[in-house]
C-alpha cells in the first residue's frame, strides 16, 4: 500500500467528508486519528444544540478504520481551542508515531442574513473553519518540517471562491482558508511540506441536511429541495460524494509538486 508508515489525522471525521477521507487513507495504507468534538461552547451550529456528538461518531468510525487493518484511534477535540489542539497532536504522535498527513475538515455553518446575524454564529463559524484550520496547521507544522515532508490539506468549499447569499460568515470563513492554503503553501515551499484545498460542490452530508431544509419551498419535500439545488447549481446535475473529496486528497497526497491550490469539486458549478 501506498501510505504504508504514514500516519494521517483527519478533523472532523466522524461524518461525511471527513468520514470518507480517512476511510480512503485507510485503504491506501496510513494508520489514522480521528478528531471531531462531541460538544461546542456554542448551540449556533447546524445541529441546533452544544451536543454535536462528533466524538461518539468518530469512535464508530475508528471501529472500521480497524476492520481494515489500520491502527486508529479517536480524539474529542474542538479545533478551534488552541490547547486541546496541542492536546490532539500530541496524543497522535504519541500513539501512532508521527503525524504526516492533516486533514482540515472540521467545520460549522448557519444560515442567516447579515442584518440579522448574531455575533455568536459569526464567532462560531470564523472560529471553527478559519481559526480551527490556522491551529491545527500550525501545530502539526513542526513535526513535519523534522521529517522533511508533510501534507496539510484544507477542505474549503465553493464558497470559498464566491459568496451566497445568507452565508456571510460561512463564505467569509472559506475565503479565509483559500487563502491561507496559498499563503503557507508558500511559507513551506522549501521544507518537503505541501498545502492545498479542497472546495466541494453539493455533498449529501449534514450541512446540506440544514441547507436543503431551510430552502425548502412550500410543498416541497426535503428530497425535492435538495434535488433542486442540485440541478440550479451543478452544471453536471449530480450531487458530489465524500469520495469525490478523498480521490482529491489522494491526488495532493501523491503530488509533490502540487502546492497552493484550491481545487473544486463541483460538476462545473465554479469557473475558477
Same mark, same amino acid.
Given at each position: 500500500?501506498?501510505?504504508?508508515?504514514?500516519?494521517?489525522?483527519?478533523?472532523?471525521?466522524?461524518?461525511?467528508?471527513?468520514?470518507?477521507?480517512?476511510?480512503?487513507?485507510?485503504?491506501?495504507?496510513?494508520?489514522?486519528?480521528?478528531?471531531?468534538?462531541?460538544?461546542?461552547?456554542?448551540?449556533?451550529?447546524?445541529?441546533?444544540?452544544?451536543?454535536?456528538?462528533?466524538?461518539?461518531?468518530?469512535?464508530?468510525?475508528?471501529?472500521?478504520? &480497524?476492520? $481494515?487493518?489500520?491502527?486508529? @484511534?479517536?480524539? *474529542? %477535540?474542538?479545533?478551534?481551542?488552541?490547547?486541546?489542539? /496541542?492536546?490532539?497532536?500530541?496524543?497522535?504522535?504519541?500513539?501512532?508515531?508521527?503525524?504526516?498527513?492533516?486533514?482540515?475538515?472540521?467545520?460549522?455553518?448557519?444560515?442567516?442574513?447579515?442584518?440579522?446575524?448574531?455575533?455568536?454564529?459569526?464567532?462560531?463559524?470564523?472560529?471553527?473553519?478559519?481559526?480551527?484550520?490556522?491551529?491545527?496547521?500550525?501545530?502539526?507544522?513542526?513535526?513535519?518540517?523534522?521529517?522533511?515532508?508533510?501534507?496539510?490539506?484544507?477542505?474549503?468549499?465553493?464558497?470559498?471562491?464566491?459568496?451566497?447569499?445568507?452565508?456571510?460568515?460561512?463564505?467569509?470563513?472559506?475565503?479565509?482558508?483559500?487563502?491561507?492554503?496559498?499563503?503557507?503553501? &508558500?511559507? $513551506?515551499?522549501?521544507?518537503? @511540506?505541501?498545502? *492545498? %484545498?479542497?472546495?466541494?460542490?453539493?455533498?449529501?452530508? /449534514?450541512?446540506?441536511?440544514?441547507?436543503?431544509?431551510?430552502?425548502?419551498?412550500?410543498?416541497?419535500?426535503?428530497?425535492?429541495?435538495?434535488?433542486?439545488?442540485?440541478?440550479?447549481?451543478?452544471?453536471?446535475?449530480?450531487?458530489?460524494?465524500?469520495?469525490?473529496?478523498?480521490?482529491?486528497?489522494?491526488?495532493?497526497?501523491?503530488?509533490?509538486?502540487?502546492?497552493?491550490?484550491?481545487?473544486?469539486?463541483?460538476?462545473?458549478?465554479?469557473?475558477?
Amino acid at each position: 500500500m501506498k501510505l504504508d508508515g504514514k500516519v494521517a489525522l483527519v478533523t472532523g471525521g466522524g461524518r461525511g467528508i471527513g468520514r470518507g477521507i480517512a476511510l480512503m487513507l485507510a485503504k491506501e495504507g496510513a494508520d489514522v486519528a480521528i478528531a471531531d468534538a462531541e460538544v461546542l461552547d456554542s448551540p449556533k451550529n447546524q445541529y441546533g444544540t452544544k451536543e454535536i456528538k462528533g466524538y461518539s461518531a468518530a469512535l464508530k468510525v475508528v471501529e472500521d478504520l &480497524k476492520a $481494515l487493518g489500520r491502527k486508529a @484511534i479517536a480524539i *474529542n %477535540a474542538d479545533v478551534s481551542k488552541s490547547d486541546q489542539v /496541542q492536546a490532539m497532536i500530541k496524543r497522535t504522535v504519541e500513539e501512532l508515531g508521527s503525524i504526516d498527513i492533516l486533514v482540515n475538515n472540521a467545520g460549522a455553518i448557519t444560515i442567516s442574513t447579515t442584518e440579522e446575524l448574531e455575533e455568536e454564529a459569526w464567532d462560531l463559524v470564523m472560529d471553527v473553519n478559519a481559526k480551527g484550520t490556522f491551529l491545527c496547521s500550525k501545530a502539526a507544522i513542526p513535526y513535519m518540517k523534522k521529517k522533511r515532508w508533510g501534507r496539510i490539506i484544507n477542505v474549503a468549499s465553493i464558497a470559498g471562491k464566491r459568496g451566497t447569499a445568507t452565508l456571510p460568515h460561512y463564505c467569509a470563513s472559506k475565503h479565509a482558508i483559500v487563502g491561507f492554503t496559498n499563503a503557507l503553501a &508558500k511559507e $513551506l515551499a522549501q521544507t518537503g @511540506i505541501t498545502v *492545498n %484545498a479542497i472546495c466541494p460542490g453539493i455533498v449529501r452530508t /449534514q450541512m446540506w441536511d440544514l441547507l436543503a431544509e431551510v430552502w425548502r419551498r412550500p410543498g416541497e419535500s426535503w428530497e425535492e429541495s435538495f434535488k433542486r439545488s442540485v440541478e440550479s447549481m451543478i452544471p453536471q446535475g449530480v450531487e458530489q460524494t465524500p469520495e469525490d473529496m478523498a480521490k482529491l486528497t489522494l491526488f495532493f497526497i501523491y503530488s509533490d509538486h502540487v502546492t497552493g491550490q484550491a481545487i473544486n469539486v463541483d460538476g462545473g458549478a465554479v469557473e475558477h
